[in-house]
């Protein structure tokens, strides 16, 4: 059977970092109180002239270039975003052009933190039904343009960025030591709408609107529908969390990813964490926990990996694959 397997990874990152400190100048916070709460230590904030869409050609190009392709191989690009530079076109087009890419279709997909799940499970999709050979799956966030820098509850907790991966057609024989996307576990609830939202929108305000999230409401939530997608994964699949080499989690809080970690039983050595490096980069968290984690050695051709998130909507998911 056809498997979307992985044949490059890529990142890419605005200059600036901020660091908590910096932050303590902005808000009534301090660096003590957004370490322990959340495990963030630092984030990188897009400057003049960096967008979604520069951040997400840099992180394509990287993806690109470690698989030993050009755009000329990619017959498919999506991009998972909820801060895209234009209401439309879309940034995946806005990205086609940058790597000038005339051929083949590039759309954007929307599901805020658990885009990169949704994403890769669309590309997955495609490659399996016979519709693309070779997708660049980008997520790409410029958060710190729909924060209210005045609301302490939610500045300290975002942070901008891209990652991308090049998802390849190749032949598996249909077990789970096939390289490859083994499975995909995809929900959504708009019943939680107002739990995390942005304020404003072309059709409902004609203004772009800043993000608004009950810190605690999401919290409660999270750990049971991480889990929820985590379980299904590994029934659809028949693994286990034994079997697991790496869990590659959504990047929103350290006790989240710790919390769902201790209840499946995945021991943290297992766990790839880089929330105190990036904060919480919505879509383009896993992608870049994916990168750091790729290159410095930890994640291996034939390592089998998880990944989850959960986040605005609420839209959760999982997919489970062997690198
Ligand atoms: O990626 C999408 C999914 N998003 C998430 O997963 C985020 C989920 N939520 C969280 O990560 C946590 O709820 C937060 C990190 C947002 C907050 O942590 P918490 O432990 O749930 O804190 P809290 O909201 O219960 O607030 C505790 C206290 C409050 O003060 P009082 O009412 O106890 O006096 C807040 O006003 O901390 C206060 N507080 C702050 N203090 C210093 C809230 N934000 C800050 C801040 N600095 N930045």
Redesign the pocket.
Known sequence: MIRSVVRGFGASLPQRVMTNRE?EDK????DE??VQ??GIRQRYIAGEGETTASLGEGAARAALANAGLTPADIDLIIVATSTPDNTFPATAVNIQNRLGMHHGAAFDLQA??SGFIFAVTTADAYIRGGLAKRVLVIGAETFSRILDWND??????FGDGAGALVLEAQEGAGTTADRGVLTAQLRSDGAHKEK?YVDGGPSTTGTVGHLR?E?????KH?VGMITDVIEAAFEATGTTADDLDWLVP?Q??R??IDGSAKKLGIPLEKVVVTVDLHG?T?AA?IPLALSVAASDGRIKKGDLVLLE????GFTWGSVLLRW
């Open positions: 932050i808000v009534d916070t301090s109180w957004i709460r959340t805020v933190c302490r509850t939610t500045c300290v907790l995390l999230m810190g605690r409401e999401v919290f999270a959504h929103a809080n006790r989240i919480n919505s968290s998130a959960m986040g605005g």
